[in-house]
C-alpha cells in the first residue's frame, strides 16, 4: 500500500511533543493516521518565564531530544518535517544561539513561531468529525504551558489572537493581569462573550480531563459542568493523590489544574456548554501544511 510519510516536533513549554504521520491518499481526500507519536517532558518555560533564558542543563537535555528525534526520522522515508518552538523559546534571549546549535549539533532546524502563527496552525487544519460544529460557530483553545491560542470562527469571520497565559506561568504567578483583561476584551470584541460558543479544546490537559469526566467512551464532548466538577474533585489535592487517583503523570499533576482555571475562565466569559476534544493540536496542523505544501509542489511540477 502507497502511503506518505511526515514528521513534525512541537517543542514547547513544557514539553516536546514529535509525530510521524502516514498521509493516505485516497478518493475521498487524504486519510492522516498518526504512526508514531512521542511526548518528552521537558520544562523550557520554568527557565524562560523565571529567568528569561533557557539553562544549560535543559539545553543539553533539547539536543539530546532532538537528536533522538533525527535518528528516529532517519529510519524511515520521510517526505518533509518541520519543528516549531513556541512560547518558552519566543520568550528566552539565548534562543538565537540554542536553535544554530541544535541546527549543527543535530541537523534539526527550529522555527520559532509566533502565537498567531501557533493559533493558524492549529485551528487551520480540518477535523472532518467536528464540521458539524463549525458551521454557526466555534471558538478554538489552546492552552499550552506558556500561551494560549484563541481562534474565534463565525459565518461572517475568523478572528485569531495568542495571550501569554499559560499553565507555567500560572504556576509560578508570572501572568500578568493586564493580559487576562486583554483576553476578556477581546472574547467580547470578536462576538464570543455571552455568545454560548461551543468550545474546540486542544492541549494534552483538556485531552485527559476529557477521558476522564467523559460519559460514554463515544462521546466527543464533555460539559463545562463536569469540568467544574472535576476541577473542585482536584484543586485540593496533593500531586501525589492526583498522579494516583487520576493515573497523571508527574509533569501533568501541577499544571491539570492551572489548565482547568483558563478554561473555565473563558467559559465565564463566553457561556459556552460543551467542549469538543478532537485530540489535535500544533503537531497534526503541522503535518498538515507540510501535506499540503507537498501537493503544491507536485501540481507546480
Known amino acids: 500500500m502507497d502511503f506518505l510519510q511526515f514528521a513534525s516536533i512541537d517543542i514547547g513549554s513544557n514539553a516536546i511533543r514529535f ?25 523550557l518555560g520554568e527557565d524562560a518565564f523565571r529567568f528569561g533564558r533557557i539553562s544549560i542543563e535543559n539545553e543539553k537535555k533539547l539536543i539530546s531530544t532532538m537528536h533522538s528525534f533525527r535518528h528516529l526520522m532517519d529510519t524511515q522515508t520521510i517526505v518533509d518535517y518541520r519543528a516549531y518552538a513556541t512560547s518558552a523559546m519566543r520568550d ?21 513561531i509566533s502565537g498567531e ?20 460557530k466555534v ?18 469571520k475568523s478572528a485569531k489572537e495568542s495571550f501569554n497565559i499559560g499553565t507555567i506561568r500560572s504556576l509560578h504567578k508570572t501572568v500578568e493581569k493586564s493580559e487576562w483583561s486583554r483576553l476578556h476584551d477581546w472574547l467580547h470584541e470578536v462576538g464570543a462573550g455571552n455568545s454560548g460558543v461551543p468550545i474546540l479544546g486542544s492541549g494534552g490537559n483538556i485531552n485527559k480531563i476529557y477521558k476522564i469526566k467523559r460519559r460514554r467512551v463515544s462521546d466527543l464532548h464533555i460539559t463545562t459542568h463536569a469540568l467544574e466538577e472535576f476541577y473542585n474533585e482536584i484543586k485540593d489535592k496533593s ?5 494516583i487517583n ?10 491539570i489544574v ?44
Open 139 to 156: 471558538l478554538f483553545v489552546d492552552v499550552g504551558g506558556g500561551s494560549t491560542e484563541l481562534t474565534f470562527h463565525s459565518k461572517n
Open 258 to 301: 492551572p489548565a482547568s482555571e483558563i478554561f473555565l475562565d473563558i467559559i465565564n466569559i463566553t457561556g459556552t456548554k460543551k467542549i469538543y476534544v478532537p485530540k489535535t493540536g500544533l503537531s497534526d496542523g503541522i503535518v498538515r501544511s507540510l501535506y499540503e505544501q507537498y501537493k503544491a509542489s507536485q501540481t507546480h511540477n
Open 117 to 136: 502563527e501557533e493559533a493558524n496552525v492549529i485551528s487551520g487544519e480540518e477535523v472532518p468529525s467536528f464540521l458539524h460544529v463549525r458551521k454557526n
Open 239 to 243: 500531586d501525589t493523590e492526583k498522579i
Open 246 to 255: 487520576y493515573q497523571l503523570n508527574p509533569d501533568r499533576s501541577d499544571v
Open 19 to 43: 509525530l510521524l504521520c502516514y498521509v493516505f491518499e485516497t478518493e475521498a481526500g487524504p486519510y492522516f493516521r498518526k504512526g508514531i507519536l512521542l511526548r518528552v517532558p521537558l520544562r
Open 92 to 112: 528566552a534571549a539565548n534562543t538565537p544561539y540554542i536553535v544554530e546549535h541544535v541546527e549543527r549539533e543535530c541537523g534539526i532546524k527550529i522555527n520559532v
